[in-house]
């Protein structure tokens, strides 16, 4: 009997331990699966083997053969001898290099992350079930699926996709599939649609709608006009001041007469992040050394590994292009040709708001509209959670859009308001894709203004030189047109005198060419002076000083090289600190300073204004000046206000600072004394010199701003051990080298257009999403030190080139 | 020896077609079979099946230059060595392999009862 009981107790036992290292438990991997050398993740380290130089490769669905070139950075080189196969390829080499990225971001746009992650997702998916970017992604898809030039192009991309992971095995799947314990799904052109609104959340999702009605409410238009007004003091728009329009504009829909919002209740538990920028600058051929156009361009986003773009060449008949990709997507989205080169940044116009809406009951079934009762759609999402069973969730939408919380709750997004419905350019059907299609293939400025013609969302200022030597930009996209202020403040979603009533028309989105100045440039400030462009885009964008650095070094420059550019993308100059630290240094006496604290302030007073990696000043400089505005404006806007406000911009603080020492604003009105702005900055300063001393220690190297800023690549599930920490690296938010703490440069490109195009570029990763592979991050070096590699573009298919390791062939 | 042997080379081979967990019944049914005691058949699946994982780890971790197995041993955490997660990874491996010959060894004691006790003390 003993024996019996010990034999099944150790039977018992084999059978709960194999059970158990084959399940995930919590965040915990299966560990038998996962560590077996067999099947797990041992698999994915990639060997000598693993990237043969030479090779044929059967591919289901090809129609004749395609060559494809790799680098030394492993960057392919297609050549195909048709769209179908072209895009294709492409869909199959992407995968192969970034197949658990691509699909993983399309969960989280879809709301799918509960499915694979667990329970603990559940807010998050909700979040973007809400949102809507399923229903904008499947509306612009329709679009685009009834072009048969894109119809194509997505099929046979997601046909692509689909013969990489058919040619998966649990032993092969890619790492990430294997820690998280799930399986890869087949790919659909919607998911394709699903990455570009992803993005387009990324760049347009965020809204100050409610932050601005709720200050309104409580301090009166007078004061919101001064504290938020519609231009800044400071600016140096994308348009040239004094660009004359080449256009008769269309009307502009009525004001109404005005509206006053509810208050929101939310309280607030982080603010939107403003650091996700660009910079793009292009140089005519006066400027050139050449006699050539120069163009550059570096747009900021989150620092993650695998790394955003893909770069790829790709090559068929009337088309050769190369440059970078979205993985997921199709098409080169930044890059170049022969003849055109072309980037994005991020415009600020305002394409989200928020309508107010009044119900008839609590039932929610109809909401006042136009003078009548409406119906309120009900959908019902269907959430998967992971060992749990599904979820549902009822989303209101109204004609403005869908209200993203319906009842008291935890809101993703602090500024999402209650009870509003949300309009967004998002949910607009366009057809991003033909863009894509055309500017690969543009020859010139004719057609790379049709091809923005039938760009919707997101917003980007697309700059634009070619070797005829027309230099150009273009805020583009499907902008609102608006009524001034419009979407400013919540909008009264009864009266149909607030809907959105069209678009500013294609041809009258703002733009210049050629402008006498020799140069054009963006760094996501305003597209236009309001006094220079008939509509109203938004009263608020990113802040002037890298689009104001640019130009001043733009301007003074000359015979510029491809190096010209490459510095000026790396230039560390911080144009608020020139600005406002002397008028700070002037507020604080040295002489009340320990001998301690006047060390710090007598290294800011010889500081060069330069935020390179080993420099102090901006240490010290970044903490004081920061919570010198929270000292300001904290107690009449922050969260002690018990009201979701945002703070005046940096330009209305530096406006006061400068000029306004008495305002109402300095006093602390939560302390009974009277507070000067020099007892502000001299408490700002000590807080700051403090917090760095208790940080670092005693003033020293140690206080290098590299150490404070400490900017991070982290691996996109923010896995220890598969990122880069705390990288030795300058610049930061407000510089030209926006390299912030997790965001910063995700490409840096510069093309030298002319008879033989050279372009030169990096991004702060690899070409491989394995972190298995030495491709995997082998470019963040010369990224952190400010080099480009020269990129390879090949006219032809056989054309010699040293640089080339491999070359496969890819047939039915 | 034997009973280690066969273990190891029918793992092995399983495990190249099959999810990696057939090692249980594997070496669950050898030692049903061969294991004389169950100290012995519990040596014998640990090292038949956790030999053999290291060895594959090994062979694998040194074709990647442990890039890999670096990362995942910080994820573990493990303080990066990826020699030290060799010896985990063998270390799994063998206790489910181990586990299972006991198992087997004991369910064939238990099922035929003393008559094998005798033979059993002769051979160890």
């Known amino acids: 009997m003993i024996r019996w009981l010990k034999a099944l107790l150790a039977l018992l036992v084999t059978v709960a331990l194999t059970w158990a290292l084959n399940t995930r438990l919590g965040a915990v991997p299966p560990f038998g699966k996962f560590l077996s050398p067999f099947r797990g993740f041992w698999r994915n380290g990639e060997t000598a083997n693993d990237f043969p130089a030479q090779q044929n490769l059967a591919l289901p669905g090809l129609q004749q053969p395609v060559q494809v070139r790799f680098d030394d950075q492993r960057v392919p080189h297609i050549f195909a001898q048709n769209d179908h196969d072209l895009y294709y390829t492409q869909g199959y080499l992407t995968a192969r290099d970034r197949l658990w990225q691509m699909d993983f971001i399309t969960h989280v746009a879809a709301g799918r992350l509960a499915e694979i992650i667990g329970k603990e997702r559940l807010e998050t998916d909700r979040f973007f079930r809400r949102m809507g970017l399923t229903y904008g992604a499947r509306k612009s898809l329709d679009k685009a699926m009834a072009d048969p030039t894109v119809r194509t192009v997505l099929t046979s991309y997601s046909d692509g996709i689909n013969a990489y992971i058919n040619s998966l095995t649990p032993s092969t799947y890619p790492f990430e599939y294997k820690l998280l314990d799930y399986a890869p799904e087949p790919w659909e052109p919607l998911k394709c649609a699903l990455i570009l609104k992803y993005m387009a959340f990324d760049l347009t999702g965020r809204s100050d709608d409610l932050r601005l009605s709720n200050a309104l409410g409580k301090y009166g238009p007078e004061v919101v006009r001064d504290l938020f007004p519609d231009y800044p003091m400071r600016e140096d728009p994308v348009i040239p001041e004094g660009t004359p329009l080449d256009f008769k504009p269309v009307p502009v829909p009525a004001a109404p007469a005005g509206f006053e919002a509810d208050y929101s209740p939310l309280v607030p538990q982080n603010q939107p992040d403003p650091e996700l920028g660009s910079n793009n600058f292009a140089v005519s051929g006066t400027k050139s050394a050449t006699g050539y156009p120069l163009l550059a361009n570096d747009p900021h986003l989150q620092l993650n590994l695998p790394s955003i773009w893909y770069q790829t060449q790709l090559a068929a008949p009337g088309v050769n292009v190369c440059g970078v990709a979205i993985p997921g997507a199709p098409f080169i989205i930044i890059g170049f040709n022969e003849q055109v080169a072309w980037g994005v940044t991020n415009t600020y116009a305002d394409v989200l708001d928020w309508y107010q809406l009044k119900f008839k009951d609590n039932t929610r079934r109809e909401y006042w509209h136009d003078g009548r009762w409406k119906p309120v759609r009900r959908v019902v999402e269907r959430i998967k959670v992971r060992g749990l069973p599904d979820r549902l969730d009822t989303v209101l939408y109204t004609h403005h859009g869908p209200i993203v919380y319906d009842h008291n709750e935890k809101p993703f997004l602090p500024q999402t308001p209650i009870l509003h419905a949300m309009r967004w350019t998002n949910h607009d059907a366009a057809n991003e894709y033909l863009t894509f299609y055309r500017l690969n293939r543009a020859r010139n400025y004719q057609d790379y203004t049709a091809a923005l013609a039938t760009y919707g969302a997101p917003a980007q200022n697309f700059i634009f030189a070619d070797s005829q030597k027309d230099i150009a930009i273009w805020p583009n996209g499907l902008l609102p047109l608006k009524w001034k202020e419009q979407g400013k403040f919540i909008l009264d979603g009864t009266n149909p005198a607030y809907d959105w009533q069209g678009w500013i028309p294609a041809a009258q989105n703002p733009h210049v060419k050629n402008p006498p100045r020799g140069f054009v440039s963006s760094a996501n400030q305003f597209s236009a002076n309001p006094k220079d462009y008939p509509y109203y885009l938004n009263w608020n964008y990113g802040d002037y000083e890298r689009g104001h650095r640019i130009n001043e070094r733009l301007a003074r420059m000359n015979h510029a090289t491809p190096d010209s550019l490459r510095v000026l993308q790396n230039d560390n100059l911080g144009l608020n600190a020139r600005l406002i630290l002397p008028r700070l240094l002037g507020l604080v006496q040295p002489t009340q300073l320990s001998a301690a604290q006047q060390q710090a302030y007598n290294t800011l007073q010889s500081w060069n204004f330069y935020y390179d990696a080993h420099a102090t000043g901006p240490t010290i400089f970044e903490l004081w000046y920061n919570n010198l505005a929270k000292r300001i404006w904290d107690d009449d806007f922050g969260k002690a206000t018990g009201l979701e406000m945002r703070y005046p911009t940096r330009d209305r603080t530096n406006t006061l600072l400068l000029q306004e020492p008495n305002s109402q604003w300095i006093d602390d009105s939560r302390t009974p004394a009277k507070e000067t702005l020099a007892d502000l900055a001299r408490q700002s300063f000590l807080f700051a010199t403090d917090s760095l001393t208790r940080k670092f220690g005693p003033f020293g190297p140690k206080w290098a701003w590299a150490n404070q800023k400490s900017t991070d690549i982290l691996h996109l599930a923010q896995l220890p051990g598969f990122g880069h920490m705390d990288l030795d690296v300058g610049g930061g938010a407000g510089i030209v080298n926006a390299t912030s703490e997790r965001n910063g440069p995700s490409w840096r490109m510069v093309v030298a257009l002319g008879p033989q195009v050279q372009a030169y570029g990096v991004f702060p990763g690899g070409e491989s999403g394995n972190p298995g592979s030495p491709f995997y991050d082998d470019m963040i070096e010369t990224w952190r030190t400010g080099q480009l590699h020269p990129l390879v573009f090949l006219r032809t298919a056989d054309e010699k080139n040293p640089r080339v390791k491999a070359a496969w062939v890819l047939t039915h | ?124």
């Not at chain 2, 034997?2 to 999810?19: E, G, H, R």
């Not at chain 2, 062979?59 to 303080?79: F, I, K, M, S």
């Not at chain 2, 586990?99 to 060894?105: D, N, Y």
């Open chain 2, 1 to 124: 020896m034997l009973l280690f042997l066969l273990i190891l080379i029918v793992a092995a081979i399983a495990q190249s077609f099959l999810p990696w967990w057939i090692v249980a019944p594997i070496s669950l049914l050898l030692a049903a079979g061969l294991g004389r005691t169950g100290g012995r058949s519990f040596l014998a699946g640990f090292a038949g099946v956790g030999l053999g994982w290291a060895a594959v780890a090994t062979w694998l971790n040194v074709q990647n230059d442990g890039l890999l197995a670096h990362r995942v041993a910080q994820l573990l955490p493990l303080g990066g060595s990826s020699w030290a997660l060799v010896l985990v990874t063998a270390t799994v491996g063998g206790l489910v392999g181990g586990m299972a010959a006991l198992a087997g060894c004991w369910l064939r004691h238990a099922a035929l009862g003393n008559r094998n006790r005798v033979g059993e003390s002769a051979t160890v």
